[in-house]
């Protein structure tokens, strides 16, 4: 037991036996990528020489692509058009008449962070079109096309034949989300062909700080000393994870969580909202919405020109940007009047919307706000950390890291990695290898014990087994497959649990062989 007074659980399981490749996704709020290494069975991985990024994407220079989809509607079913940065340039193509026939979203991570009725149930929506799909179908189109491209590139790497059974599949979710988000990132696993039916323990959800540790742990640039303990802040595009990680082992890198992980939705889309926001206070918010309907692809270019004068910005000059020249037009009859009304030194010139570098930074405040004052927080619960380290594609924001090392420098360490960005996707890959790096979780339940319950052929009921202490908590129950006498004369059932993820793997096999599975989440 932890001194939080939540449940600790270890871990025992070794899946590089069982599979000759760990292939990793990160699908991100803004970004996605994959990464692979060939498995080293009872070994660690080199993370230097071992761990194989994915080949450029479409359309782009490297690295992770756009969190986009784009379907067309082809009968009554949806058939898929394209990902990433390819499919947000091929909207851009669409004549207004081709689009009524097309299905695009981005960014769309997000939505299984907010509110819904389900997980089966929530839906997303293109706002364009009015269109709705299951979450849990467009997440197995976006995942099918990540699979796709990472065999094209594993059995181009290697000579030995590989077969999809020979793949670990990690796919990463951030700490903070809930169980039934996660629940619709495995069943979009599954829609998407990544598992099988039977084949469960081939995907495996790693909880993205703790890949980010893992990755930071494995290279010598950021390694840390036995018994530190750290503060580990994933910014991503959507979310901040904050989670307290203590080494355990300097050796053979490995970690235990000290207290449970928190967070919020405070990434860089929070400095998008305020960024359009603003558009919105200039020229109006009707005539922003009723622009981005009109003209979609156009707005998409706006928005990508805003991305990039966003990610460029170091503190000290800020890239311009080029509105459409339906907004162009307001803007600039309505900018004086603005600087005027709220003391801003916004510039319009040559078509371009200049914003001082001062300005620029307040529209970070929120973003950046809250997650200081949430490690803040987090480092009165663990006043024993002596480092916070920063990863995420958020964390390469300059506004983010200044703000952090003037927040807790000298009496405490802020460390960014080389490229931070890739910490999680490429730490997924090692988790994968080597999952009881992370020795220790603590649940957030409270709770002492776990139980699972296993039916036979039967619904299960609301009476559960006797618990004495009243601390179990029940993850729910599962039905094996009904026994048949006339077949098998052993009724016996067999019940193994495969333990280690974010999830408890739970198989009941009967004597003829036939397997019956379900997995529950134990956060």
Not at 375 to 382: E, F, P, S
Request: net charge neutral; hydrophobic share 40%.
């Amino acid at each position: 037991m932890s001194d939080t007074n939540s449940a600790v659980f270890g871990r025992q399981v070794d899946p590089a036996r069982d599979h000759k490749v760990v292939v990793a996704i990160d699908f991100g709020t803004s970004g996605s990528g994959y990464a692979y290494a060939f498995t080293k069975p009872g070994k660690r991985l080199n993370p230097t020489g071992d761990v194989f990024a994915q080949k450029p994407w479409p359309m782009t220079d490297g690295g992770k692509t756009s969190t986009a989809i784009l379907l067309r509607k082809v009968a009554n079913a949806w058939k898929i058009v394209s990902i990433g940065k390819e499919a947000v340039i091929d909207v851009s193509k669409l004549r207004n008449h081709e689009r009524q026939q097309h299905f695009f979203a981005r960014s769309f991570k997000m939505k299984l962070y907010e509110p819904f009725n389900g997980p089966e149930n929530l839906m997303i929506k293109d706002d364009q079109t009015g269109f709705t799909i299951r979450a849990t179908d467009l997440i197995g189109f976006f995942l099918r096309k990540v699979k796709e491209a990472a065999l094209k590139q594993i059995i181009g790497a290697t000579s030995s034949t590989i077969y999809e059974t020979d793949i670990l599949w990690v796919v990463t979710v951030p700490a903070i989300w809930p169980e039934p988000a996660k629940w619709i990132m495995r069943k979009g696993a599954e829609l998407g062909g990544i598992i099988a039916p039977g084949r469960e323990a081939s995907l495996m959800l790693v909880l993205e700080p703790e890949a980010a540790s893992m990755w930071c742990l494995a290279n010598r640039a950021t390694s840390f000393s036995a018994g530190e303990t750290v503060i580990v802040a994933d910014c991503g595009g959507g979310t901040i994870d904050v989670t307290v990680h203590k080494v355990t082992n300097d050796n053979e890198t490995t970690m235990k969580e000290a207290i449970p992980s928190a967070g919020g939705a405070w990434g860089s889309t929070v400095v998008d909202r305020a960024y359009f926001k603003l558009i919105g206070d200039l020229v109006g918010t009707e005539t922003v919405s009723e622009f981005a309907k009109k003209h979609p692809s156009d707005w998409i270019d706006f928005v990508d020109n805003w991305e990039r004068a966003k990610c460029s910005f170091d503190g000290h000059r800020s890239s311009p940007v080029k509105p459409p020249p339906e907004i162009a037009k307001i803007l600039a009859e309505n900018l004086k009047d603005y600087n005027e009304l709220f003391g801003t030194d916004f510039d319009f010139e040559d078509g371009r919307l200049y914003i001082e570098p001062e300005d620029m930074a307040n529209l970070f405040d929120a973003a950046v706000k809250s997650t200081v004052d949430h490690v803040r927080a987090t480092l009165k619960r663990a006043p024993q950390a002596k480092a916070v380290l920063l990863v995420g594609n958020f964390a390469n924001s300059f506004v983010l890291q200044d703000a952090f090392r003037k927040a807790f420098e000298p009496t405490r360490r802020v460390i960014v990695p080389s490229q931070p960005g890739d910490c999680v996707l490429k730490g997924a890959v090692l988790f994968g290898n080597s999952p009881e790096c992370i020795a220790e979780r603590v649940s957030k339940t409270g709770q002492d014990l776990i139980r699972v319950q296993v039916f036979e052929g039967q619904e299960p009921g609301m009476t559960y087994i006797p618990d004495s202490t009243k601390s179990a908590k029940n993850l729910g129950g599962f039905n094996s497959e009904r026994f048949d006498p006339t077949i098998l004369k052993e009724r016996g059932v067999k019940v193994s649990m495969l333990f280690g993820f974010s999830e408890l793997l739970v198989k009941a096999e009967l004597p003829n062989g036939h397997i019956t599975s379900n997995s529950f989440t134990y956060q």
